[in-house]
């Protein structure tokens, strides 16, 4: 598993890292022993950077993860968790009193004095774009409370805002291969500026498992059915914001271009890790088989597995897919 530095925090984290949104809750039920065998099976895999925020099953999944390293001193294991989803997302929320309470809840949760890195959970514009909340920021980072900030953000403007400023760590956005608009500012100006990204709903909610068909249905507290149109959240968060029977088709085009034994959700990661500018790519798992398959996917990153993978190839189709089936819907929004 690759290694790859955080920003300027002097931290590493792997070039494929574990989102825990499906530990906490939106994807159906996980127990604590399966969410464990989870985070088991990932580091035990090279996996160094567990994704997680205060809202995933309302502090859930951060407690899950603190429990797991609490068994297992000297880890290695940064945790990135988010805040400011505990009330609504108008820019008068974002206050510092809040900003304290969150993180001081997420220490608790996670049974640490200091949070590895604390990213704003898709904030309004305003907040991105405010001299206040860097301030704010800045002073839990001076009183301990955090060891380093980022930013997960729904649009490219907005990682764009984010990446100028001077003491971001890391912006987090939606990249996949069915969202390419990161590849045309965003990657270069993080690279260029020492911010690490972290590609987050990298198979496009499972869409680019290749498992799914346009009659496959999904539990009532399953976000891909209750938020396919953004009924509660934004709506590039489910599916990339991807029609679902364009999505099928699609991911059925970009997994007849692989070779034999080769499977698409590997691939898909190992292409987003491949891109120049990506830090880690953080897909979920709700078992252990996903989170083994997730791991190994690091495996075409370093030309191992015995395939005969074209990066370069497959490269080609996603573009060709891209900008016939998707870029007129898709580009535009975010």
Request: glycine share 8%; aromatic share 8%.
């Amino acid at each position: 598993m690759q290694q790859r530095a955080l920003g300027r925090t002097g931290r590493t984290v792997s070039a494929v890292g574990l989102g825990t949104w499906q530990l906490g809750a939106d994807w159906g039920a996980v127990t604590e022993d399966e969410a464990q065998a989870v985070l088991a099976a990932s580091t035990e895999r090279g996996v160094t950077l567990f994704d997680t925020a205060d809202v995933y099953g309302d502090g859930r999944s951060e407690s899950l993860i603190g429990r797991f390293l609490a068994a297992r001193p000297g880890h290695g294991i940064t945790v990135a968790t988010k805040m400011g989803r505990r009330r609504e997302q108008e820019p008068e929320n974002y206050t510092p009193e809040n900003f304290r309470a969150w993180t001081d809840r997420s220490r608790r949760n996670l049974g640490v004095d200091t949070l590895d890195l604390v990213q704003l959970h898709c904030p309004p514009t305003a907040v991105i774009e405010a001299d206040e909340t860097y301030d704010a920021l800045d002073a839990l980072v001076a009183d301990g409370a955090i060891a380093a900030y980022g930013v997960s953000v729904e649009t490219c403007a907005q990682a764009l805002a984010a990446i100028a400023r001077p003491n971001v760590t890391n912006v987090q956005i939606i990249f996949n291969p069915f969202r390419l608009k990161p590849l045309d500012a965003v990657l270069p100006a993080a690279a260029e500026a020492g911010v690490a990204i972290f590609a987050r709903v990298p198979l496009a909610s499972g869409l680019l498992s290749g498992r799914y068909t346009a009659q496959t249905t999904f539990a009532a507290d399953d976000h891909r059915t209750y938020n396919r149109h953004g009924e509660a959240f934004d709506r590039g968060e489910t599916f990339s914001g991807v029609d679902f029977e364009v999505g099928v088709a699609a991911a059925a085009e970009l997994a007849a271009a692989l070779p034999e034994g080769v499977s698409l959700p590997a691939v898909a990661l190992a292409w987003i890790a491949s891109q120049p500018g990506v830090t880690s790519v953080i897909p979920g798992a709700r078992n252990v088989g996903q989170a083994e398959s997730n791991a190994a996917a690091a495996a075409l990153l370093a030309g191992a597995g015995g395939t005969d993978f074209d990066v370069a190839a497959f490269d080609r189709v996603v573009h060709e897919v891209y900008d016939r089936d998707l870029r007129e819907a898709i580009h535009p929004l975010w």
